[in-house]
């Protein structure tokens, strides 16, 4: 079957990108080895903070906003609720390179924040408990993505739109030749004048085939929920939240109780190295599932939060935590956006824009150029 683009992982970008290319009329074909949304990739367990005046540096901006949009003129196409405008505070030491960044983020895109002490925090969401030493950053028009709901929506507009959906399919190998690319999967083979590969952890593997060989790690992590007074920290009382330990790349991040599930809470720096097919270790096969999380609660929360349960995801990061979104060296007409290091579901709307330009126009609106993987050489 002859296909214009043929998107290889139909999760978090790859979905959104056939979304885009769909609703252009081309014909598109996405294939997952799973069937999306699920919970054997990046994009599983309710929620997603998305924050605009960005920690990670202010070149993400951009591209935030521009996902914004996109997630709001999603909701309103699918009629679906996907964004929770329930701010994001960042809060950690005031010399700390992830809070300077937020504040220059915020100054030199004109973005909304306003810097407390710790005493303010405190008082304003009493479930906190900041030492004096911390600072924050509060962004109330950024908050939460409900994900599997985000990915949902863009498979069925993508569907209707004429895109055509193989899920339970795993892609062992792809080939190329001249302007043609062809896919092979356990039983079939398909053929495509422009290819997207946007597999997650799956990535590294099957750009391999092509001789392309990328600096991609996947990691095994966690996340918890916990107990907590609905009063207290239920949405609209309590924001989404990332803090950033004292001379340290410790970064905890959290979520508001929404819909009575509780407090949610994860670490984001660790976790430990697997293989992209490995089957992960269940939640608290690792003392420190349940131990970061307890430790960071008990530290920061003024009320004791016990542990209810927790899940297991995938990080698949690369050596800087930045993206890769590119094109083959060789290939022109296969382009790859991996390595979202834990920070990118957020993007997932703009990402699969940009790639639904590359494939049409062989260039994206945005500029990319800091995500290239040319910096790995
Ligand atoms: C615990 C946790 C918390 C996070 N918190 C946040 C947050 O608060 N904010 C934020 O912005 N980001 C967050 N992230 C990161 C974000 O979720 C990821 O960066 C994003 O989902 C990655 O998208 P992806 O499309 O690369 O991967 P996925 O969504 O996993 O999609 C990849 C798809 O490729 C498919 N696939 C893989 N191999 C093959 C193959 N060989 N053949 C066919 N299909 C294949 C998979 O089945 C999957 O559906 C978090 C991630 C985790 C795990």
């Known amino acids: 079957m002859n296909f214009e683009t043929i998107i290889v992982g139909a999760g978090s970008m790859g979905m959104a990108a056939g979304y885009f290319l769909a609703s252009q009329g081309k014909k598109v074909l996405l294939i997952d080895a799973f069937d999306p949304p699920h919970t054997e990739g990046s994009h599983h367990g309710e929620t997603r903070i998305i924050r605009h005046a960005y920690g990670e540096g202010e070149n993400y901006v951009p591209m935030a906003l521009r996902a914004q949009e996109l997630w709001l003129a999603l909701e309103e196409k699918s009629n679906k609720k996907l964004f929770l405008k329930t701010g994001v505070l960042n809060a950690g030491d005031p010399d700390s390179q992830f809070i300077k960044n937020v504040k220059k983020s915020a100054q030199n895109y004109s973005l909304p924040v306003e810097v407390m002490t710790a005493a303010e925090m405190n008082e304003k969401w009493p479930g906190f408990r900041f030492p004096n030493d911390y600072v924050g950053c509060f962004e109330k028009n950024s908050g939460v993505l409900m994900v599997e709901e985000c990915v949902r929506a863009y498979r069925e507009l993508a569907e209707k739109a004429g895109a055509v959906l193989r899920t339970n399919t795993i892609v062992k190998s792809i080939e190329a030749a001249g302007s043609s690319v062809t896919v092979k999967t356990d039983s079939e083979t398909f053929t495509g004048e422009k290819m997207i590969v946007t597999a997650g952890k799956g990535t590294g593997p099957i750009l391999s085939t092509l001789g392309l060989e990328l600096p991609l790690q996947p990691l095994r992590k966690t996340f918890s929920w916990f107990d907590s007074d609905e009063n207290i920290y239920r949405e609209g009382k309590f924001p989404a939240f990332a803090v950033n330990y004292p001379d340290s790349d410790e970064l905890y991040y ?11 809470i994860g670490r984001h720096d660790e976790g430990q190295p697997v293989q992209p097919w490995a089957k992960l270790a269940g939640y608290g096969a690792f003392p420190e599932d349940e131990g970061d999380v307890t430790g960071f609660a008990d530290q920061f929360m003024s009320q004791k939060l016990p542990v209810k349960y927790g899940k297991t995801c995938v990080y698949t ?3 800087d935590s930045d993206f890769i979104i590119d094109k083959h060296p060789e290939f022109k007409n296969i382009f790859f956006a991996c390595g979202f290091s ?18 049409v126009d062989g260039k994206s609106k945005l500029d990319i150029s800091d995500f290239s993987m040319e910096r790995f050489k």
């Open 342 to 359: 834990g920070h990118g579901f957020k993007f997932a709307s703009a990402v699969g824009e940009i790639l639904s330009q590359l494939a």
């Open 254 to 264: 959290g979520f508001p109780s929404i819909d009575e599930a509780g407090v949610k």
């Open 317 to 319: 990061n690369t050596p």
